[in-house]
């Protein structure tokens, strides 16, 4: 059964498909030469080497198969060409009463960064920001306040 569609950038995409590559063929083999290790050296299955090691190996195969989900359900974002109003893969430059300025790329979920400035559509931020145009004036609740900011551009 089909899970619910990911959008992601081309980028955000190519990210993703090298790091499900890197832990299949790299990171699986490494996990298990360590259980095998911990497993020889002790002779006992109950040592923190093996069960460390057994941990990272859920670790990693739970990411394996959170990224195949992904890039199976996966949407590439084309790039918005008119640039009237702001829509999934938009860069939007805001401006606060303040006049300090930001600029935040929509992007979905699965590749949302916000110390990089790439916010979720489905964020609270994002989600105000989604169909507005240059000049319009958006209000988000915060849990630091409301934030009120006026749209500069959309690239």
């Known amino acids: ?3 619910k569609s990911v959008p992601l950038t081309k980028e955000g995409l190519a990210k993703l498909q090298k790091e499900l590559d890197e832990l299949i063929n790299v990171r699986r083999a490494e996990v298990a030469q360590r259980i095998h290790d911990a497993k020889e050296m002790v002779g006992a299955q109950n040592t923190p080497e093996y069960e460390d090691a057994r941990n990272e190996q859920a670790f990693v195969e739970g990411r394996i198969l959170t990224l195949e989900s992904i890039i199976q359900n996966a949407v590439v974002i084309e790039e918005a060409h008119d640039h ?3 829509a999934l893969g938009s860069a939007v430059t805001v401006q606060n009463h303040k006049g300090e300025r930001e600029t935040y790329t929509i992007v979905g979920s ?7 400035h ?5 964020s609270p931020v994002g989600h105000a920001l989604l169909g507005k145009a240059v000049g319009d004036e958006v209000q988000v609740q915060a849990p ?4 009120r900011w006026t749209i500069l551009s959309i690239n």
């Open 144 to 147: 630091a306040g409301t934030l």
């Open 118 to 122: 790439r916010i979720s559509n489905e």
């Open 110 to 116: 699965a590749e949302a960064d916000p110390k990089e």
């Open 84 to 86: 009237k109003r702001v």
């Open 1 to 3: 059964m089909p899970g």
